[in-house]
């Protein structure tokens, strides 16, 4: 197919998804309309009796003529959309009925209200919801109905849309004039998102016609391939029989073969060979192939004189005469006992290569989907955010707005991490350390992070301790915690209501540790549980539509507790939540103090949902502590110091590590003795600073005498940098980019462990 002819057939398909994506969002709309005529209607009926219910004459009151327009004429306006959308969803009548009919909606509230100025924006309101149909034809509508409404009333009826008596003649061409404005700007954004779907829907269909290419290219190298066997094939075994099909010559590859001499195969039919597996049905065929003239090829079994068994792939070619018919047949052939086998082997290896090239085309597709998705929201809102109707959208919205960027953020860098991770581990370049580190001190700190989340969802995320437990074992800390994180996260995602709880027993004699990780979630079914580590995989696609995720957190998971001398295991019933045991390898511990469960109850604090009215008693977070940020970008510095000091912080800011030493010692000098009492509570610093970074700030501080908590901010990329924090001297680390909560949340936890330890 010449290129021409290939973007001709492109543009069609991209066509063909343009329109359906289309028709997928203006389906979309009308139920959306449908819903907001009902709740129109309701308002409507419910503001003209609160404003205006009855009329007056005298002493005698009647209901007011408005009551029964608003009943009538919003049932009429609500009614004919609904019948629409319910028997012509997508539809332009359906769509145009609507503008019609959402637009006189605006009307009629304005005329109830009396023409109040704030009614109007009713109209502009409408506007933006009908530009969602992308349809310019839409906003037409809209604004003419609009125009035409405001000129009639306008002129004969002011009070009703201007709210006062007598209007200036050509007062309604300024409201229209505004509404003419919004038109042309929602037109322009019609504009753009209809190119960028179209430019969407002309990349999916050059995806589609790329596949197609690969595989048509597949297919013809596969019968390349058969056709260089078949004539590799040819010739190495020959027999030759008359038209009767007696055998009047062989090779000795086939005397070999066979275990029999050519003496004893000549004058013998082919069937003293037969192995009894082929019907006679079979050779019947093969006779009527042969005797018309026609080649015949097929795999035949046979019987060696030994009685063992082999396998011929054969040709018989019919050698003509001058009649052309068949004077006698040659059979060519090759031995399939090993081909046979190489074959099978051939064909395995190619079964394995399309299922990886498969796997590897679902794991691009989804990747890219999963990274477009939150690129996507970032992209979009942040334009809304700098429209040129920025100015016009309440506060509400751009607080909706700037969370929703926020959200997909995190869940980008989230992907990217895990990306990372699982490319270390195919290559095997991942590497865990095996140092001394306290299980229930990671546990908390893992409890500590996601008690977030798990407040957030009204859920209790606890933990309880079966055994004693060791306080040290031999293990990597960040990958420990990682672990922890990935799956306690993962149950407090999909568990709606109850509790995540961890449940920690230690063995002694397999020297392994078990955090059963149990949710009152919505379970999993037994098929399912393999594929939930595989990367990518979920248990099917409506957890992923509705949860959503990339599948594979678990998978890392796994495999990190694999490395980590154990394994991650299931245990699930749909409906009945999940629990999943996770053990790694802890060394030698018999000359290790071990922890009571009782003890390490009191360490590891359980995360309850607050009620709001608590959280607004106890304040912020922070109230009156004096925190030390070192950081030396300013924009992190803004950043960092303003959320401290929205949780109730007093925060000073130095731009290196030697400027925050010289603020914690006498005379300002970095090397003077520490001032006493210290005029901070905790310290926070950046670890990679110019003139003095955040690891040598944390070691003469610690070489001076500091016992004040501080807090490394690190970003997770790089294996080892959270352990360096930790050597340094550090007692803890937030990762960067920032999360509010957490940040918080690690602040208080450390000022917390140290007012308990004074």
Known sequence: MGKR??????????????????????????????????????????????????????????????????????????????????????APITRFVIAFAQTMFSALLIHVTGGRIETHFHVFGSLAFLAFYRDYRVLAIATFVTAAD??????????????????????????????????????????????????????????EASGERIETLLQDQTRELDSYLAGVDAATIVVVTDLDGTITSVNDNFCALSGYAREELTGQNPRILSSGRHSAAFFDAMFETISSGRLFRDR???RARDGSIFWL?????????????????????????????????????????????????????????????????????TELLDGPTDASLPIEL???????????GDHLLAIINDILDISKIEDGTMTVESIDVDP?????????????????????LNASFCTPIPTTIASDPVRLR?????????????????????????????????????????????????????????????????????????????RLATILGGTITVDSQPGQGSTFSISVSTGDTRDVPHMTPEEAGKVVVSSRPRRESTLHESGP?????????IEDGPDNQRLIAFHLRKAGADVTVADNGDAGVRLLTQAASIDGALIAPSPFDLILTDMQMPVMDGYDATRLLRRKGCTLPIIALTAHAMDGDEARCLDAGCDTYATKPIDRDSLIEVCRTAHHKLDQAA
């Not at 509404?179 to 430019?199: D, G, K, P, T």
């Not at 994180?485 to 568990?495: A, D, E, L, M, Y």
């Not at 977070?621 to 940020?629: M, N, P, T, V």
């Open 5 to 90: 002819a290939m973007d001709v057939q492109n543009i069609e398909r991209a066509t063909s998804l343009f329109e359906s994506e289309l028709d997928k969002s203006r389906r979309h709309a009308d139920r959306m309309f449908a819903v907001l005529m009902a709740i129109q209607f309701v308002g409507a009926v419910v503001a003209v009796l609160v404003l205006s219910p009855r009329t007056w004459i005298g002493a005698q009151s009647a209901v007011h003529v408005h009551v029964w327009a608003t009943i009538g004429l919003g049932a009429v306006l609500a009614l004919l959309p609904l019948v629409l959308v319910l028997t012509r969803p997508g």
């Open 150 to 207: 405001h000129f009639v009333r306008g002129m004969y009826f002011p009070q009703s849309v201007f709210g006062v008596a007598d209007a200036a003649m050509f007062r309604w061409v300024e409201h229209t004039g505004w509404v003419a404005f919004e038109v042309i700007f929602l037109s322009l954004s019609i504009h753009q998102s209809r190119r960028q779907v179209m430019l969407t829907a002309l990349r999916s269909a050059e995806l």
């Open 300 to 302: 035949i079994q046979n």
């Open 313 to 381: 792939d054969m040709t018989i070619v019919p050698l003509l005469g001058n009649d052309g018919l068949p004077v006698q047949y040659v059979a060519l052939s090759v031995d399939m006992t090993q081909l046979k086998m190489a074959e099978l082997e051939l064909r395995d290896a190619m079964v394995s290569a399309k299922a990886a090239n498969r796997a590897k085309t679902e794991f691009l597709a989804n990747m890219s989907h999963e990274i477009r998705t939150p690129m996507n929201a970032i992209l979009g809102y």
């Open 398 to 408: 751009h607080h909706e707005y700037l969370a929703t960027i926020r959200r997909n």
């Open 440 to 460: 229930i001190q990671i546990l908390q700190g893992a409890i500590s992070l996601m008690g977030v989340k798990a407040r957030a969802k009204g859920l209790e």
């Open 482 to 558: 990682q672990i922890l994180v990935n799956v306690i996260g993962n149950g407090i995602k999909f568990t709606e209501v109850g509790s995540v709880t961890v449940i920690v027993r230690h063995d002694h004699d397999a020297e392994q540790l078990t955090f059963d990780v149990k949710d009152t979630g919505i379970g999993i079914d037994a098929e399912c549980i393999d594929d939930l580590f595989d990367p990518f995989s979920q248990a099917d696609t409506s957890t992923t539509r509705r949860f959503g995720g990339t599948g594979l957190g678990l998978g890392i998971s796994r």
């Open 621 to 629: 977070a922070l109230q009156g502590k004096r925190i030390l940020l």
